[in-house]
């Protein structure tokens, strides 16, 4: 097809002039006199000629050529009018940005030097051209909307990473992130932008004005008086902080709001716009003219019922339409221009795309009578040129400009060799494809139509004490239902429009999906599967390092949704096809996606640790349960590679061309293809062989497979065929062999799910930002109107402010709430909570199938884990209120599944990442805090639960403690003595925090689990030591800290000086407090469960525990409770960061201790308690009649402060290291004597129970009775009978072999930790009793 439109080349075979035998009908043939009629009809020459047919000159094929040239150049200007250039401008054609001198910063500029990414603070680029009289304009596309400033400079403005256009005196910008306008000083001009936004630049160098539009939307002058004369000429410029981007359009491309008077920078090629125009107007006669060959007459016809019957005249005739139209196509301008607006108007009818075959036969015509290098730049642009009007139309209320583009875009994928081209070349490579399933967001309500969508507005005006809108409020009037079934109404007539674009988008996808369009080689959904998962690859190994190459996450929020709705809708349609396999509903990865090398996770870590780690630990593993070999000398290339690429990282994966500093860069990877160092590390480097399960008794065959890149896989490699599994090679035993779906969907599922963990999840939590600003406006709407009620009718100044602020909510939540319906119609809709919900059931079918291949489960990549517990996060807290998690099906069966998961794989030792451990920590932590999450845990089978327990309560050394105690702490709160609060009661009046924290939850304890917990600690005496001996280490630990650091706070509060504490520090202070309190609640539990495991004293510890817990308890009780002292000044500080710290927690915590071992218990074990109470030589009584407010001022003296006979009359030094006994005196320059009330219990009547108070004054008569007996019973010892260690017990131990000698609890305790001798270091092999000699 060389010799295009020399209609010899294309009809030699059947092309020859009709003789009188042949049928015309049958053949298409035409006689001369119909080819000219039919000739001139479709080329009409433009000047005047003879009306009449007969008197026109006979026109055939060969003097067609000549014809067209001859039409075609009527227009042409003169050459001397062609080469003037238009008067007022300087510079190059085409104007594109200066990226070799006319920077300042480092960017990266797009291959056509029109788009720009800025790359450091604040970089600034001008254009190469600059104009010096008469009105000129050019264009912004805005792709972020954050910090930029737009406009014109002149070559004298020098610009640096602090200073850009607008801020030297000839350099004029708007910023429409912060709304000003710029030249040295700034003022308040214009709108805000938002990315998709167009700003048009103008500037009249007659009058010297500068104004800006923003979507063809002028926003009046912003400058006036520029400088103009000889020497000032303005370039185009602009100024961009980090990771900002936008494109240009300096005239390259039709103006999308062009002003009268205005001229683009860069002149439209006017000769070859007009040149198209005719050429496509010819093409339009050939669609509506048919040849009657039978009556030899021309016919009109409808041209959108027009096929490619193959007729010769009508081919020919279009080859010579061709040869003049294909080169033209390949020009961008024109494309947009006269292309694009005409297969637009064949779409614009309306109806479905399906109703508009003609689109399908231009393309064919297209593949047929051009070249392909022509088709294929000509569909590039028009791709481009379409995503473009998509992304930067204005949001109309019908979604009008939206529905277009993807109509037409729908309508070019229809065509199986086009959307192959596309795939294979231009969506993912060369565009930002994602874009076309993205729906933006209007930030301006009113210019996208809301407020005739939505004319009522409806804000939550109901809140519980608890600061939370009541979903259904009883006391709502009947004009405030009115309105809120008005608003929702408007909601659901947005939602409906938005969904005709979302099923546009699906419809795209399915297209891509489309597994069954093998007839011109491989399928649309193995390209578009390979393309996708390089565009995850991009998007995963580019985090952190090169953020501008990233798919931005309101993108893959909308690119998720449509995608699952289009795999759901693939996968269903190929189960209704093949029998026995499972319904998507049902869908997960087969496991050993995760092991046979099939898919590429890229770096993305797995559960067991490194890839290279795993197959050479578990390569035994491999091949008993999966078949699959690894070569010993593959592993040894692979963990080569990895010391290799550790060295040399950095420069293996940079994905951009050019990195110079300082420099425009290359592209990023939207727009260049980036070669990643470690892409498909496990395909290239590991040669998997395996054996084939069908002959077990053999030799195993061993049977290389094919490593290949992802780009180079093929239908074969993905889906399988005669015996090969494809993408499920080496499946383990325990996985059902039953078919799935067909293995490519798999694959995409997967890459979902990693989607999601990438960016869409935290993009979810970003936009509950509206509903939180709707929240906090309705709260301070109703505080200012019950204010305005309350305002004396005197003070009508207050009235006004108050007015005056009403208003301003009011407008606020107008505005808010209109945006809040668009954002839970696109992102927080019910269908989109059903997708979330779908990918959170594969995820923990996914996770219980991987789990069932035991050792091999450590392969699973950790993003499955991830997803199950943000999924589950994100339909709890940024679905609702307007959705709620019970409607969803199947709800309460998946929390079970989900508990089961984290209960099992919290302490699960085949997971080795600590982030990922920590993450289920938390999850299963805030999982306990709410009912029906804690129900669902209730609910896993009782062996599992038992199992969760024994983790709970392994020794805390060597593992991440504070987490499991806050678990336990959970399940016990709302049972403990004075614990049934949700806020501490000093923190009730302070403002409310977000109350779905799980701290503020309601108290739902556990008793099955505390069951589980009695039992375990009863049965297993050695666990109960060990488990117990290290909470009261962590417990001495964690006071101590907090000690160790309120004393430095006091210190710098004291100073005279100006200070500042650390917030830091702060910080720590009130976690180690918060630890201390959750340990002592631990403690309680477990003194309360189990309390036999202190006071049953044939149990080997109980006695030490009882004393450890004793020494703990009155060192807690002396340093809170002592008068004036540290404690009291610091709570009396109240520093911000610092507000849970106060006397109720940590006493309430210590007196339920107290009370269930001297009151709840039998008599022996209360005597038993008090005994070991008294015998402390910290203890003092008065520290307990102070929680009951009775220790008046005096207690520091005798009278009040009854310390036991062992106390004697030296300070005790305890595991705090510090002397407790004496009360710490105040410090010079302290706030002097405290005004406080005294603590007492009886102040909290709303959260101790008078039968808890009977039981504290109980406790107190006890103990007061059992010291003063002890007082009159003991004997003085003397101080060579004491124990050399505490100096507070009598000696009543001796080891073996060494014969040292001290007390029996100083000795048990230090062989908890350590075997050696306290003072010769032998290993100590017996202590025997020891009872002082008589003789002596």
Not at 817 to 828: D, E, F, G
């Amino acid at each position: 097809m060389n010799a295009k439109g020399g209609g010899t080349a294309l009809t030699r075979r059947n092309y020859r002039l009709a003789s009188d035998v042949d049928k015309p009908r049958a053949t298409g043939i035409v006689n001369e006199k119909l080819l000219s009629d039919y000739l001139h009809h479709v080329f009409p020459s433009a000047k005047p000629g003879p009306a009449v047919a007969s008197l026109r000159k006979p026109l055939g094929f060969q003097d067609l050529c000549a014809h067209l040239e001859k039409l075609l150049s009527e227009d042409d200007p003169p050459e001397e009018s062609r080469d003037q250039s238009i008067e007022g401008r300087l510079g190059p054609q085409p104007v594109v940005l200066d990226h070799t001198s006319g920077f300042e910063g480092l960017l990266f500029v797009d291959d056509d030097l029109l788009g720009v990414i800025g790359h450091s603070n604040f970089s600034s680029i001008r254009a190469t051209t600059c104009v010096f009289k008469g009105k000129w304009a050019y264009e912004v596309l805005i792709s972020s909307q954050g910090l930029m400033q737009i406009g014109w400079c002149t070559l004298s403005c020098r610009f640096n990473q602090e200073e850009g256009v607008g801020d030297t005196p000839d350099s004029y910008a708007y910023d429409g992130n912060r709304v000003r306008k710029w030249n040295v000083t700034t003022t308040n001009y214009g709108k805000s932008w938002a990315a998709g936004d167009i700003v048009s630049c103008l500037i009249d160098l007659d009058e010297g004005t500068i104004t800006f539009c923003l979507n063809g939307q002028s926003l009046g002058t912003a400058f006036t008086n520029i400088k103009t004369g000889p020497g000032i000429a303005y370039f185009p410029a602009i100024s961009l902080s980090f990771k900002e981007s936008v494109a240009f359009n300096f005239g390259s491309r039709p103006l999308r709001y062009p002003v009268d008077g205005y001229l683009p920078l860069q002149d439209p090629p006017a000769a070859d716009l007009a040149k198209a125009h005719k050429v496509l107007g010819y093409m339009k006669n050939v669609l509506t003219t048919s040849i009657d060959t039978q009556d030899e007459k021309l016919l009109e016809k409808d041209c959108s019922v027009w096929r490619l019957h193959g007729e010769p005249t009508v081919l020919v005739t279009l080859a010579h339409i061709f040869n003049h139209f294909a080169p033209l196509m390949c020009k961008v301008y024109l494309v947009e221009d006269v292309l694009m607006n005409f297969l637009l108007g064949i779409l614009e009818g309306g109806g479905s795309v399906d109703e508009h075959p003609l689109i399908q036969q231009l393309l064919d015509l297209f593949w047929l009578l051009m070249e392909d290098y022509e088709v294929n730049e000509c569909l590039k642009q028009l791709m481009m040129s379409l995503l473009r009007a998509y992304r930067f139309s204005p949001i109309i209320p019908d979604l009008g400009f939206q529905i277009h583009y993807l109509r037409l875009t729908t309508a070019i994928l229809r065509h199986e060799k086009s959307r192959k081209y596309l795939l294979n070349n231009v969506l993912f490579d060369v565009l930002r494809s994602v874009v076309f399933f993205y729906i933006k967001t209007p930030l301006r309500v009113k210019e996208a139509g809301l407020e005739e969508l939505i004319p009522t507005t409806w804000w939550p005006t109901h809140f519980d004490k608890e600061g939370k809108d009541e979903r259904e409020p009883k006391d709502e009037s009947a004009d405030e239902r009115l309105r809120r079934r008005a608003y929702e109404r408007g909601c659901q007539r947005l939602k409906k429009r938005i969904e005709v674009v979302e099923e546009l988008q699906v419809q795209i996808l399915k297209l891509l999906l489309n597994n069954k369009d093998k007839t011109t080689g491989e399928a649309s959904r193995y390209i578009f599967l390979n393309k996708f998962r390089k565009f995850l690859q991009e998007n995963a190994s580019n985090r952190g390092q090169h953020p501008t190459a990233l798919c931005p996450p309101e993108y893959m929020v909308c690119f998720l949704h449509r995608l699952i709705t289009a795999v759901r809708a693939c996968w269903d349609e190929g189960n209704r096809k093949s029998a026995g396999s499972l319904g998507s509903e049902a869908a997960y990865v087969p496991p050993q996606l995760f092991y046979n090398g099939k898919v590429d996770y890229f770096d993305l870590q797995r559960l067991g640790g490194l890839l290279s780690h795993l197959k050479k630990t578990l390569k035994d593993d491999l091949a008993s349960k999966a078949n699959i070999i690894i070569d010993p000398a593959e592993i040894q290339t692979a963990s080569m590679d990895d010391l290799d690429e550790d060295e040399d990282s950095g420069a293996a994966q940079r994905p951009f061309g050019a990195v110079a500093m300082g420099g425009a860069l290359a592209r990023p990877s939207w727009l260049s293809s980036p070669t990643l160092g470690r892409a498909n590390r496990f395909l290239s480097t590991a040669a998997v062989s395996l054996m084939t399960p069908r002959r077990p008794l053999t030799q195993p065959e061993k049977l290389k497979v094919r490593t290949l890149a992802v780009e180079q896989r093929t239908e074969e490699d993905i889906e399988g065929s005669h015996g090969n599994d494809g993408l499920l090679l080496g499946r383990p035993h325990e996985e059902p062999d039953q078919p799935i779906a067909d293995k490519s969907l798999l694959e995409i599922v997967d890459g979902i799910v990693m989607m999601y963990n990438l960016s869409v999840h935290q993009q979810l939590g970003k936009m509950v930002v509206v509903a939180d600003d709707v929240h906090e406006y309705a709260v301070a709407l109703k505080d200012t109107e019950e204010k305005i009620a309350r305002c004396p009718a005197r003070r009508a100044d207050i009235q006004e402010e108050l007015q005056k602020s009403q208003k301003v909510f009011a407008e606020k939540l107008n505005h808010l709430s209109r945006r809040l319906a668009w954002i839970n119609a696109t992102i927080y809709s019910k269908e989109k909570m059903l997708d979330v919900y779908w990918l959170l059931c594969v995820c923990i079918r996914t996770i219980e199938h991987a789990d069932n291949t035991g050792s091999l489960f450590a392969f699973a990549p950790e993003f499955y884990l991830n997803v199950a517990m943000n999924a589950y996060s994100a339909l709890k807290n940024y679905f609702s209120p307007a959705n709620s998690m019970e409607e969803l099906p199947g709800y309460e069966e998946t929390l079970t599944q989900l508990a089961a998961i984290l209960a099992k794989h919290f302490a699960d030792p085949r997971i080795v990442g600590t982030d990922i451990k920590d993450s289920l920590m938390q999850a299963l932590a805030s999982y306990v805090c709410y009912p029906q999450s804690l129900r669902a845990v209730e609910r896993i089978p009782e062996e599992q639960r038992v199992a969760m327990m024994r983790n709970l309560l392994a020794p805390y050394e060597q593992r991440p403690w504070a987490q499991t105690n806050w678990i336990l702490v959970r399940l016990w709160r709302g049972c403990g003595f004075g614990y049934r609060y949700t806020r501490l009661p000093h923190l009730l009046k302070t403002k409310p925090e977000d109350a779905n924290l799980p701290s503020l939850q309601k108290p739902c304890p556990s008793l099955l689990l505390q069951r589980h917990m009695a039992e375990l600690l009863s049965m297993d005496k050695e666990m109960a030591a060990s488990f117990l001996n290290s909470v009261l280490n962590q417990l001495n630990w964690a006071f101590s800290e907090f000690i160790g650091m309120i004393q430095e706070i006091q210190q710098a509060a004291e100073r005279p000086e100006r200070n500042f504490v650390d917030t830091r520090q702060l910080k720590v202070c009130a976690t180690c407090f918060d630890l201390s309190v959750s340990l002592l609640r631990v403690l309680e539990m477990t003194v309360t469960l189990v309390p036999e495991i202190f006071l049953d004293w044939s149990r080997p510890s109980a006695e030490l525990l009882l004393r450890r817990l004793a020494q703990l308890l009155n060192q807690v009780l002396n340093r809170v409770t002592a008068e004036k002292n540290l404690f009291d000044r610091v709570v009396n500080l109240r520093l911000p960061g610092l507000e849970s710290v106060d006397h109720y927690p940590i006493l309430v915590a210590v007196t339920g201790i107290l009370v269930r071992i001297l009151v709840d218990g039998d008599r022996q074990g209360t005597s038993r308690a008090a005994s070991v109470l008294l015998s402390d030589p910290c203890f003092q009584l008065h520290s307990i009649q102070h929680l009951l407010g009775e220790a008046g001022d005096s207690s520091g003296s005798s009278s009040a402060s009854v310390t036991s006979v062992a106390s004697v009359a030296r300070p005790a030094v305890g595991p705090l290291g510090s002397s407790v006994v004496p009360p710490v005196p105040s410090a010079a320059g302290s706030s002097g004597p405290s005004e406080r009330k005294h603590f007492s219990l009886h102040a909290y009547s709303d959260y101790i129970s008078e039968e808890e108070k009977q039981k504290v004054e109980q406790m107190l008569a006890f103990l007061t009775e059992e010291s003063q007996q002890a007082a009159a019973s003991t004997a003085p010892t003397s101080e060579e009978d004491l124990c050399p260690i505490c100096y507070a017990h009598s000696i009543s131990a001796i080891f073996k072999p060494c014969s040292h000698k001290s007390c029996k609890a100083c000795i048990n305790q230090h062989l908890m930790n350590n075997k050696d001798c306290f003072f010769c270091k032998a290993t100590i092999t017996g202590v025997e009793d020891y009872s002082k000699p008589t003789s002596s």
